[in-house]
DNA sequence: CCAAAAGTGTTGACTGTACACCCATGT
DNA sequence: ACATGGGTGTACAGTCAACACTTTTGG
């Protein structure tokens, strides 16, 4: 095979970041710095070189461009209208990720095109077609919470009982009985208590827990 | 835009057909005539051209190749590992299909890269990493006759209960209790019965059912 | 003592599963 | 008459959903 450098054409990445943030699911992205598209929010997402594969160069994005670690990371579409990119004929492989929101270094710095998370449920107009991108990932990201473990990723190594609950109602937008969610969750053996207890509110003391692992992990049936 | 003609470079869309014959699932396969992998078994597949999308390309291909009509169609993964094809960096969009055997015109003839039938389970060694593709297409079967109603595409208009019970157990490969999946499938109401009856073999005659729907359609729960 | 979230059980409804026999027809 | 798939019901077990009060701490 022949050795090439520099970018594969007509392909790029784009990635959608989810985070829970304030009680609600939030996205992140850029704002464009360049036409077409210029000042428009968008993904964020870059071409792929010929040398790395597309999830390799997602994950490069995303250290370059916000400093991410502890991802959950997977494949979500390939988007290929004809006329999606006003500079020709480009495909879009988009990727789906989830993370902690402190696991994202936003910069408050006024550096355009460095991330920013938006708020899924206000978004403004959005350059190409990433709004569809968005929309198409937020229908998996119920998936991936009922029947994967990849809850992990977007909480803290440890948290309360009570955080896991408050985070599944936001990412899902629904009110979930509390007593009947952690019963059933307790009962899947995800997640173990630990010895720490988070105090120092002012309310009483929560035991902590930990996801057994922390690695992506599919299951027969959730919740 | 520009205008172009000819093929997007780089890549290819191939195809994973299903159906259900002789009581077992089989894939729709060619044999290459031309290197790379040359008389190796092969998905159906081939470059897209400028004007057309992802899933065009994947239509045209069938029907060029197999003269596929009603066929349940949607895009699988792309498949993007940077050694995956010879001649270099070549990205395959993937597309998963759900035909009824009698679909197809498999051409008995001796037309080499004409298509057939291959048996999921007794596959030889496929072509680049079709293997892989094939093998990622048969976990999303499962989930598809699960959660859609996509069974429709793997039966005639009209059908008995105990060919749609044949149907699902040799597509999940699994033995599935005849009473409870009956009593289970009428409940979701996807089928009706028609006022035909299928006579003329030695046995009771048994009803005729249809899909009251026969367009994707996402069901909450499935079985 | 007040505010705030932590933590904890029972009951009734529903759903899934296991299981076996008679029926209608063609040969 | 027999071989073949068609067609049907019940009982038990497991899971889901609704529902509210007491506890522990910090201020």
């Known amino acids: 095979m022949k050795t090439h450098q520099g970018y594969v054409p007509g392909i790029t990445v784009d990635i959608t970041v989810f985070t829970i943030k304030d009680g609600a699911l939030h996205v992140l992205?850029?704002?464009?710095?360049?036409?077409?598209y210029k000042k428009h929010l968008a993904l964020p997402g870059g071409f792929l070189f010929f040398h790395e594969t597309a999830e390799g160069a997602a994950r490069r994005i995303l250290k370059d461009k916000a400093g991410v670690k502890n991802i959950?990371?997977?494949q979500l579409y390939s988007f290929d209208s004809v006329d999606r990119d006003p500079r020709g004929r480009i495909i879009s492989i988009s990727f789906f990720a989830l993370v902690a929101e402190d696991a994202v270094e936003v910069t408050e710095?006024?550096?355009t095109e460095s991330p920013r998370w938006h708020r899924v449920s206000a978004l403004s107009k959005l350059a190409f077609d990433h709004a569809r991108i968005v929309a198409y990932a937020e229908k998996r990201i119920a998936s991936k919470l009922e029947y994967t473990n990849a809850a992990y990723a977007l909480l803290p190594r440890f948290f309360s009982l009570g955080q896991l609950h408050a985070m599944y109602e936001a990412a899902l937008s629904k009110k979930i009985d509390k007593r009947n969610f952690?019963?059933?969750f307790l009962s899947l053996k995800l997640i173990r208590p630990t010895k720490k207890i988070l105090s120092g509110l002012r309310q009483r003391p929560a035991r902590l827990y930990e996801f057994v692992s922390r690695k992506p992990t599919e299951l027969k049936k959730f919740f």
């Open 29 to 36: 992205l850029i704002e464009r710095a360049s036409p077409p």
């Open 72 to 74: 959950y990371l997977e």
């Open 109 to 111: 710095g006024r550096t």
């Open 182 to 184: 952690i019963k059933k």
